[in-house]
């Protein structure tokens, strides 16, 4: 599907180029403000990017493939990330990982998207929260000092598992399901 | 107690505003030195003060400094590394939501010392909250002529920056982080040139941490007397610790340099948590080699008490690990973060890493073979300071300290 950035993002585009001297420094920024509205870093967004930059197209692939922010596939609706070097491991990461692993149903794979597409796990390297430890991140945001129980309620909300059950004509609710984790 | 000497805003944890940064005293190191000071006297002064950079390397910032081309047509830039993803630390995160307009003074100062009308604050891609915090401050800088053309309506011209990153150890290397900064993959650049020479688009740049710049306000306005006499002859001045791990109040911690290791986990940390014993100390952030128990209860937190420890200060990051945990555990688990870290530019630190996590992955399945320890310490020694940067050596620090300090660990499991 083509992607092609917004006005409002070529504005911002523009804002984001006065800050360097050369346009090449943009090329991250304009990546992360591709995956922002998108999820992740399509192959048209490479194009897009390199297009907008006047840049060789390798270029921007070889940046995107090198920096793990980037995700190079669709990603489930919320996209968590769990510490997994020493300082959150010894705290209990381990445990917090083996319960999304679990609850995610994702078999023998130490990572991915459960099979209705609403999260995805990733294991990453420090986060730099180890005094808060574990630590992860859900949709960006730092959740510390996380126990499999507090993760539990967590990932309830986020699936509007929480959210009174709503008879039929009667409206929303304010536990709207998917919405963003606190902010 | 804890106290905070030279970063008092991560006391209170919620001063991170101009009003209060101006009511604390803020900028008023700035005034005085745009006022009273020439651009070398402010160098002078941070020379003076001993002032090493808080990184990591613990290289003298104001020699760094004068390895600037005394005479440059070019441009020079100043940059600050937040890149912070040594595994332990966390300090520079609460400088950035906590202490931004000290960050912003300290790079203020630090452009009239160099000569520098651009700065650029390199901050990781998830510190996106702090980056935030940064950016508010920035915004009321400008909007309060401390920022832009003609601050404080003393002449100076300086702009600074907000750059993220996007997940990558490897760029808080100074120069993998300049070629972030370009817009290109992090690889490390071969050494000399060194970045004050040819750095940023190929133009003489300063790269300091951020703990180093923020600790540039307290030294000019109090001088280089002052902050010395906060430590010891040879470590001068304060530092910042992040503690974590099996400890009862992990956190940042300003330290007086000097002090005992001992003195900052009971008195500080309220000691071991749940009053277990203490069996690994990593003292200065997961590079560094590891400490034994006693070893750790003679160790100071300067820089040559480590060193003669065979260890390093580092970043200040301190891990404590209490006798639940398993060395060989422990070592598998750093030996991953750095394989996956490795940037993949130099032949020994690819290979070398990536073979130290496999075998040691296959010594904690309980298929290791009775040369596996030795073949370990075999890959260290084809891998340190035979790369272009110290990734490669960090990586070996824990599997030569875990193995030869905890030997019989190791060979239970490979024997078992």
Redesign the interface.
Same mark, same amino acid.
């Given at each position: 599907m083509a992607f092609t950035f917004t006005t409002e993002e070529r504005q911002e585009i523009e804002r984001i180029l006065a800050r360097y001297p050369e346009p090449m420094s943009a090329t991250i920024p304009l990546l992360h403000l591709a995956q922002g509205r998108l999820g992740w870093v399509s192959p048209e967004v490479v194009d897009e990017v390199a297009r907008v930059l006047e840049l060789p197209r390798i270029h921007v692939a070889d940046v995107v493939s090198f920096y793990t922010m980037f995700q190079r596939k669709p990603v489930g609706r919320h996209r968590i990330s769990v510490c997994r070097t020493l300082s959150c491991h010894v705290l209990g990461g381990h445990e917090i990982l083996e319960y999304l692993r679990t609850r995610l149903q994702l078999g023998e794979a130490r990572s991915g998207t459960d099979p209705r597409g609403l999260f995805t796990l990733e294991e990453v390297e420090c986060l730099a929260a180890c005094g808060t430890g574990p630590v992860l991140l859900i949709n960006g945001v730092y959740h510390e000092g996380l126990t499999v129980p507090g993760l539990k309620l967590l990932l309830d909300k986020l699936e509007g598992l929480d959210a009174p059950l709503i008879a039929p004509g009667s409206g929303g609710t304010d536990a709207a399901p998917g919405g963003p984790a606190n902010g | 107690m804890a106290e905070f000497i030279c970063f008092p805003a991560l006391q209170s944890k919620t001063r991170a505003g101009l009003d209060a940064y101006l009511e604390d005293g803020g900028y008023q190191s700035l005034k005085t030195a745009l006022d009273r000071l020439q651009p070398a006297e402010v160098a002078a002064e941070v020379k003076a003060s001993g002032l090493r950079g808080r990184g990591g390397a613990g290289f003298p910032t104001g020699m760094k400094w004068g390895f600037l081309p005394k005479q440059t047509e070019k441009p020079v830039y100043l940059v600050c590394n937040a890149d912070?993803? /040594?595994?332990?630390?966390?300090k520079?995160?609460d400088l950035l939501r906590y202490a931004p307009h000290q960050l912003i003074e300290g790079m203020l100062l630090t452009c009239f010392a160099i000569g520098a009308r651009i700065g650029y604050i390199y901050i =990781?891609?998830?510190?996106?909250?702090e980056a935030a915090a940064v950016n508010r401050a920035l915004d009321e800088a400008r909007g309060a002529g401390l920022l832009g053309r003609d601050i404080l309506g003393r002449g100076l011209d300086v702009d600074l920056?907000v750059?993220?990153?996007?997940?990558? +150890?490897i760029c808080g290397e100074e120069t993998a982080l300049l070629n972030?900064? /370009?817009? =290109? =993959?992090?690889l490390p650049r071969t050494k000399p040139p060194f970045p004050a020479v040819v750095g940023l +688009?190929g133009c003489p740049t300063i790269i300091n941490n951020v703990e180093t710049l923020a600790a540039v306000p307290p030294i000019v306005g109090h001088g280089a007397d002052w902050y010395r006499a906060l430590g010891t002859e040879k470590s001068p001045g304060t530092k910042l610790f @992040?503690? @974590?791990?099996?400890v009862e109040r992990?956190?940042?911690y300003e330290v007086r340099l000097g002090t005992p290791f001992l003195q900052l986990l009971e008195e500080d940390c309220g000691g071991m948590k749940g009053g277990r014993r203490l069996k690994v100390l990593?003292p200065g952030g997961?590079s560094v080699p590891m400490l034994t128990a006693a070893e750790a209860a003679t160790l100071k937190l300067d820089y040559e008490s480590c060193l003669e420890h065979g260890t390093m200060l580092g970043s200040g990051?301190v891990?404590v690990?209490d006798e639940t945990?398993s060395v060989p555990e422990?070592v598998r688990?750093?030996a991953?973060?750095y394989a996956? /870290?490795s940037?993949g530019q130099c032949t020994p630190c690819r290979e070398g890493t990536h073979w130290m996590h496999t075998i040691l992955e296959r010594v904690l399945a309980g298929r290791g073979k009775s040369g596996d320890l030795d073949l370990l310490l075999d890959i260290c020694q084809h891998v340190s300071f035979r790369t272009i940067c110290a990734l490669g050596d960090a990586a070996t620090g824990p599997v030569k300290s875990g193995i030869s300090k905890f030997r019989n660990e190791f060979e239970a499991l490979v024997h078992a």
């Open positions: - | 912070e993803g /040594e595994p332990g630390t966390f520079d995160r =990781r891609g998830e510190f996106l909250e920056h750059h993220m990153g996007a997940g990558a +150890y972030s900064l /370009e817009g =290109r =993959r992090g +688009y @992040s503690v @974590s791990g099996h992990p956190g940042v990593i997961s990051a891990i690990l945990v422990v688990n750093l991953h973060f996956h /870290e940037c």
